[in-house]
């Protein structure tokens, strides 16, 4: 079933390409996003979208926030669903609902689904298994077609969830007429690269894995990103604590000098995901600068950066190279190295990664 792979989890990561590639098919033509399957719910009468997730979900549902804000221009907020109903939200019928869940099973999500389905919003789920709970509780399903995911931790959900949202995103655009037709159009082009740089991230694996296999010993380790950068930090840090249990903690890197700063220490693992210099010049000077503070403290750096970025080598121990993508695709790529590399530190460390302890693939309990 593994198909020649160690686990599951390695096996699922190398089918990132296609889980991207499955999930923008039969959906985009001509420059245009049709999704036959959400047709029922009014994106021209939506002003508001609220994100429902949790973990992994999450970090993705934060990727969509910026495209749906950017390519929509309409509010897009983001919240865990087990803190969501607990505040009494404002909803209305012309509030967007969207929540996210590989399992489609996920209780906290459920109820978040459910409670904001009785307050009159219109709820919309991204959802990788068929028929799931979730998927019939809403008014529309965006199917994420990543295939069956068996490892506990979530890959290739994950960038197949970013990858619906974006397709969302502009599914928005265009009903809302925010975007000329011709940028909806040049964005559908970079996300359809995405599945062959994904190809090319993935051949960084045994560079990863020799990183990962040096590092054994490794207390704590911190990740840092700026923008798309930082859910991107996020996810690093919760699929090392899952998988190699470590402490891990990732941070806004602007965040930094308002207090985490003071836990760098000499010889402190810090992995900082670089934006890209051509396409945001600003943010990737800011990170640099980031890069110089607490390089100049002693820490470990190891930057996932563009190919072709030479202004990170004087101050980084360790770079990994990326694929020239613009800065809402770059995360889908950052972000496998960080799988990779919680991976292969836990397989070092002699770890059942498809099954860490105490989680579980669905957690159908609140
Ligand atoms: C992380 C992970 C969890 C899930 C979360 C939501 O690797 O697997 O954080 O992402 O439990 O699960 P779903 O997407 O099934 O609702």
Avoid at 175 to 191: F, K, S, V, W, Y
Avoid at 237 to 243: C, F, N, R
Avoid at 332 to 339: E, F, I, R, S, T
Wanted: a negative charge; proline letters at 5%; charged letters at 20%.
């Amino acid at each position: 079933e593994k198909g020649g792979w160690d686990s599951f989890m390695a096996k699922e990561i190398s089918e990132e390409p296609e889980a991207v590639a499955n999930t923008i098919r039969g959906r985009v033509q001509d420059g245009t996003v049709t999704i036959p399957e959400i047709e029922g719910i009014d994106l021209a009468a939506i002003d508001r979208v609220l994100v429902i997730a949790c973990g992994t979900a999450a970090y993705a549902g934060t990727l969509g926030k910026y495209a749906m804000e950017m390519w929509g221009g309409l509010p897009v907020e983001v919240e865990l669903a087990h803190e969501f109903r607990y505040r009494h939200p404002f909803l209305s019928p012309s509030t967007l609902v969207v929540s996210i869940s590989q399992s489609g099973e996920t209780m906290d999500t459920l109820m978040a689904v459910r409670y904001a389905h009785e307050r009159g919003a219109t709820t919309l789920s991204i959802c990788n298994t068929q028929g799931a709970t979730i998927a019939r509780e809403s008014d529309g399903v965006l199917y994420t077609h990543a295939g069956p995911e068996v490892a506990v931790a979530s890959t290739k959900a994950f960038v197949a969830q970013i990858t619906a949202l974006y397709l969302l995103g502009l599914a928005i655009a265009q009903a809302r007429r925010t975007m000329p037709p011709e940028q909806i159009g040049e964005q559908l082009d970079e996300l359809a690269a995405v599945p062959e740089k994904l190809t090319e991230v993935l051949e960084s694996a045994d560079e990863v894995r020799t990183l990962a296999q040096s590092m054994t010993d490794t207390r704590s380790v911190l990740f840092l990103g700026r923008h798309v950068g930082y859910p991107i930090a996020l996810e690093g840090a919760l699929k090392l604590k899952e998988l190699a249990y470590i402490h891990a903690e990732g941070f806004a890197a602007g965040e930094l000098k308002h207090g985490p700063i003071a836990l760098i220490e000499p010889g402190q693992r810090v992995f900082v995901i670089v934006p890209s210099p051509r396409y945001a010049e600003e943010l990737h000077a800011k990170v640099v600068s980031n890069i110089q503070e607490i390089r100049a403290r002693g820490a470990h750096v190891i930057a996932i950066a563009e190919a072709g970025d030479v202004a990170v080598l004087p101050y980084a121990d360790d770079v990994i190279r990326i694929p020239l993508a613009s800065p809402l695709m770059e995360p889908l790529l950052a972000v496998v190295p960080l799988q990779l590399f919680a991976l292969e530190l836990a397989a070092a460390k002699g770890l059942d990664v498809d099954q860490p302890r105490n989680l579980a693939k669905s957690v159908t309990v609140e």
